[in-house]
């Protein structure tokens, strides 16, 4: 059975919180230990401060981030347990990108497993039986909060 993406569609929701250049960069950052205002601003290349403010404010406020106080006015931001779980999506750009995007060297990071050494690479398996997971193989189907396109319930209508 096909059908089109619901009125509140999870993909888009995520698109909209993050799908600008610099959230996603951001975020990535973290993944690499990245905790400081002038870190981010440094490794990423923003010069705008008010830019990276407003994203760090939005990491914050989607509570993504947690904005710690450092003591002597050194501000932190790490990232918490629903930050954390962004790790798998960008690992799979990061490979996506690896995989399309690379240079003809190679990828410019290999990513290695701590307790066994071994190269590590994301695989989307089935969370049942652990096969892997190819969009052929996928049937899409309403779930218990499906909103038929064009139907989509206001925040307010939800909270009555």
């Known amino acids: 059975?096909?059908?089109?993406?619901?009125?509140?569609?999870?993909?888009?929701?995520?698109?909209?919180?993050?799908?600008?250049?610099?959230?996603?960069?951001?975020?990535?950052?973290?993944?690499?230990?990245?905790?400081?205002?002038?870190e981010f601003a440094r490794n990423i290349g923003i010069t705008n401060r008010n830019l990276l403010t407003n994203r760090l404010r939005l990491l914050v406020d989607a509570e993504i981030f947690e904005r710690t106080d450092e003591g002597g006015g050194r501000i932190d931001y790490r990232l918490t347990a629903r930050g954390r779980d962004l790790y798998p999506m960008m690992m799979a750009m990061m490979a996506w990108g690896d995989r399309h995007l690379a240079d003809p060297g190679g990828p410019p990071l290999t990513l290695e497993h701590r307790s066994c050494g071994h190269p590590a690479a994301p695989v989307l398996v089935c969370e049942h039986c652990h096969e892997p997971i190819d969009p052929r193989d996928i049937d899409a189907r309403p779930g218990p909060g499906f909103e038929p396109p064009g139907e989509s319930r206001g925040t307010d209508e939800r909270a009555s």
């Open 1 to 38: 059975m096909k059908i089109r993406p619901p009125a509140n569609d999870s993909i888009q929701r995520v698109v909209e919180l993050l799908g600008d250049r610099w959230t996603i960069l951001v975020i990535r950052e973290a993944f690499f230990g990245v905790h400081r205002f002038s």
